[in-house]
């Protein structure tokens, strides 16, 4: 048996998922593209099977433990090699996701490889604080994976989620580190924290920080990225 799948069937449970067969072997034909691509595109560092499904689909997938995406919609923004925006694409068909990322040639690679496994995403080409313009608070969710730390990625995220939409912040062992210096942030950006829920992959500590939007982010964010990273909030 393939061992990703193996390894990606045997760690759903423990999120508390169940996924049908197809969907499965669909994840995991994700994960062998990117690892194929990986050899002449700088993708991921992660390249082993088992490593692949724990570190990257199985924590991708962690966000359908902390929110219902049927009938949503949904925007992963800085998504890299499509982390966590393709593995919930796949898993939940039924959301609307939009990946986002400033990098042109994975974006290309994405728009190029998902239809061949059936996969629906829209793939925009920008920068975060940019494509914000003609999307504002036009998604049910926003969420990220290892692209800044919570202070600078809530400015980033926040204004795409519309009022009782949330913010779904992907973090490591550092998350609630992060999380006790984003006090400011939260009530400047119009979100309120609902929950931290904590999932242990590969013996470290995964973490999924549910930010609820609870009124309008003031327009003057996101401010230029230069600007976010210079001044965090």
Known sequence: MDKMLQTLEAGLP????????????????FGHAMVKQNEVMNLTGITEDEAVAKLHL??????LSCADLTGKTLIDVGCGAGFPGVPL????PEAKITLLDSLGKRMKWLEEVLPTLGVNAECVTARAEE????????????TSR??????ILLELTAPYVKVGGAVLAMKGAAAKEELAECDHAIRQLGLKLEEVREFPIDGTSHAVIVLRKVKPTPPKYPRRFAKIKQNPL
């Open 14 to 29: 423990q999120l508390g998922l169940t996924l049908d067969e197809n969907r499965n072997q669909t994840l995991c034909a």
């Open 58 to 63: 199985l924590d991708s997938l962690t966000v």
């Open 89 to 92: 694409a796949i898993a939940c």
């Open 131 to 142: 494509a914000v313009a003609t999307r504002r608070e036009g998604y049910d969710f926003a």
């Open 146 to 151: 290892a692209v800044a730390r919570l202070n």
